[in-house]
């Protein structure tokens, strides 16, 4: 019935500006999260995980768009998806509730999107439309502003900052990887965790 409500709300509500969205699930040694920040027209993309992405890619950290015309289409629908959200969670609000109080915790570890805050499950009418704008995103060529990546050949962490190597690192999997599995997990400092096949 919760889900029915809010996908009724959505079909006939105005559009308006959004400026951050993210891919999340939660696990229990922490979150992973692909996240786009837009500020006075600027876009960021933040990555603590390489648990979403399409094409093998072990980077974590800030990115930008090495195309930034590419996000405003994107930027563009993730605000129209915003104004619904707001919209709907205003009509909630005067039948005593609101959105997110709707999407309570049924599934701890399945992914969602967030845009400002507000919590889109899978079972949401908005969820294809978000999902397809993660493909998107995850298409577009960044390139790493702050963070690390592992090397091609698995042996080095190297540092970015300012978008230049600043260190290199021996990458050691008995000490940065979870006991053996499949995908094993490896921890990348402050900037999160590299899944590896």
């Not at 709907?88 to 969602?112: I, M, R, S, V």
């Not at 949401?124 to 978000?130: Q, V």
């Not at 042996?155 to 230049?164: A, P």
Request: proline share 5%.
């Amino acid at each position: 019935m919760k889900t029915l409500m809010l996908n009724l709300l959505f079909l006939s509500l105005p559009l308006q500006a959004a400026v951050k969205f993210s891919l999340e699930r939660s696990t229990p040694m922490g979150s992973d999260r692909l996240e786009v920040n837009e500020e006075n027209g600027k876009v960021a993309i933040n990555k603590t995980s390489n648990w979403f992405d399409k094409k093998p890619d072990h980077r974590l950290g800030s990115f930008v768009p090495k195309d930034p015309s590419a996000f405003k289409s994107i930027t563009a629908e993730i605000s129209q998806i915003e104004a619904q959200i707001k919209a709907a969670d205003e009509k909630l609000a005067t039948y005593g509730t609101g959105f997110n109080e709707l999407n309570d915790n049924t599934e701890p570890h399945a992914p969602y999107f967030r845009v400002n805050g507000y919590k889109i499950k899978k079972t949401s009418i908005l969820y294809p439309r978000l999902q397809e704008l993660a493909n998107k995103i995850q298409a577009t060529q960044l390139t790493l502003v702050d963070g690390v990546e592992l090397d091609s050949a698995r042996k080095n962490y190297v540092f970015y900052q300012d978008g230049k190597v600043v260190n290199r690192e021996d990458f050691n999997a008995r000490f940065f990887c979870e006991l053996p599995r499949f995908p094993t997990r490896c921890l990348a400092r402050k900037w999160g965790a590299l899944y590896l096949e």
